[in-house]
C-alpha cells in the first residue's frame, strides 16, 4: 500500500518559519514528480510547489516565490518544504502529492499527480 505521510504543521506568528516533511512508503518516487498542494477554508485545493526526480526542476505558486523552498531526498524518499516569512494567507491545509510515472517534467495541476497524502494544518496568526 502506498502512503504519503506529511509531518511539520503547526501554530506559527506571521513572519515565523515550519519545515514540512512528507515521507513516502510502499513504492520509490526516485523516477517522479513530487510537489506540494494546499487548500484553505472555503478555497479550491491550489499547488504551492512541484520538483523534479532529479531536483533539476522546480516550480512555484506566485503568492510563494522567494519565501518557501522544495527540496526532496530520494535516498530517504523524502520532499520537504521550507516555509518562511509566513503570512496569514498561508493558512491552509498541506498536502504532498507524488505522481505515479516516471517524468522529467513537474504538473501544476491536481490531475498530474497519482498519490495524496492526507494533509497537514498550517496555521499562521497574526
Known amino acids: 500500500q502506498v502512503r504519503l505521510v506529511e509531518s511539520g504543521g503547526g501554530l506559527v506568528q506571521a513572519g515565523g518559519s515550519l519545515r514540512l516533511a512528507c515521507v513516502a512508503s510502499?513504492?520509490?518516487?526516485?523516477?517522479?514528480?513530487m510537489g506540494w498542494f494546499r487548500q484553505a477554508p472555503w478555497k479550491e485545493r491550489e499547488v504551492v510547489a512541484g520538483?523534479?526526480?532529479?531536483?533539476?526542476?522546480?516550480n512555484y505558486a506566485d503568492s510563494v516565490k522567494g519565501r518557501f523552498t522544495i527540496s526532496r531526498d530520494n535516498a530517504k524518499n523524502t520532499v520537504y518544504l521550507q516555509m518562511n516569512n509566513l503570512k496569514p494567507e498561508d493558512t491552509a491545509v498541506y498536502y504532498c502529492v507524488a505522481d505515479s510515472s516516471p517524468s522529467s517534467l513537474v504538473p501544476t495541476s491536481t490531475s498530474g499527480y497519482d498519490y495524496w497524502g492526507q494533509g497537514t494544518q498550517v496555521t499562521v496568526s497574526s
Open positions: 510502499g513504492r520509490s518516487f526516485t523516477t517522479s514528480p
Open positions: 520538483i523534479s526526480w532529479n531536483s533539476g526542476r522546480t
